[in-house]
Nanobody, 117 residues
Framework: QVQLVESGGGFVQPGGSLTLSCEAS????????MAWYRQAPGKLRESVAV???????NYMNSVKGRFTIARDNIQNTVSLRMLGLQPEDTAVYYC???????????WGQGTHVTVSS
């Protein structure tokens, strides 16, 4: 069965950085485009960054130049390096296959990121 375990969240001040990690199992990881999503309080879940099986990346406009998604097809992990964090980045962050749907698809517990002074 699919299992996605996100980690690395925390509390940081504006301008700070965090690196999130996701361990995936139960999927054909190397053949799956992966993504990081986030859901802020009271808002819909949104796609933050996508990485294809070939390593091509795409980012939502507000995080371009600050966030970097990467994948390790040996360890079956996907990471999100986040620099220059701002209060508007505060959210629960999830990893999943690209194009995952809420609530139809399985989702992990996510990892909380809080950016505040």
């Amino acid at each position: 069965q699919v299992q996605l375990v996100e980690s690395g969240g925390g509390f940081v001040q504006p301008g700070g950085s965090l690196t999130l990690s996701c361990e995936a199992s139960g999927i054909a990881f190397s053949g799956t485009d992966m993504a990081w999503y986030r859901q802020a309080p009271g808002k819909l879940r949104e796609s933050v960054a996508v990485i294809t099986t070939r390593g091509t990346t795409n980012y939502m406009n507000s995080v371009k130049g600050r966030f970097t998604i990467a994948r390790d097809n040996i360890q079956n992990t996907v990471s999100l390096r986040m620099l220059g964090l701002q209060p508007e980045d505060t959210a629960v962050y999830y990893c999943n296959k690209a194009g995952a749907r809420v609530p139809q698809d399985y989702w992990g517990q996510g990892t909380h990121v809080t950016v505040s002074s």
